[in-house]
């Protein structure tokens, strides 16, 4: 149990980073200049945010456990893109988290 508390946290982390977003499935590739070493996050396709709800911070740490086989690292998480994509997440760059949830929410009329 106390093994899992560090991932909990990096997950419900991720959720907070990730924001609320809606859309069709959105290929993201880095923009050019982008470092690669930049930490990569999902962020949510639907609209909703797992911020205030626990559930959906729940279902977000079921779908990475079910997905990313590799603790942490961007090859981990470009591996899981396919399978998270299937989820309803998208992986962007950890600095454009904000915004790419800002965009997806616009898109979605909210």
Known sequence: MIHRIPAV??????????GCVSSQPVQVSAPPGLSTSEALTWVRRDGQSGRANPALADQFA???AACVQAPGDNAALR????CMGQRGYALVPASQAAARAA????????
Not at 79 to 82: D, F, P, T, V
């Open 79 to 82: 591996a899981a893109e396919a």
């Open 62 to 64: 079921a779908d990475r």
């Open 103 to 110: 965009e997806y929410r616009r898109m979605a009329g909210y």
């Open 9 to 18: 946290i990096a997950v419900l982390a991720a959720v907070a980073l990730a």
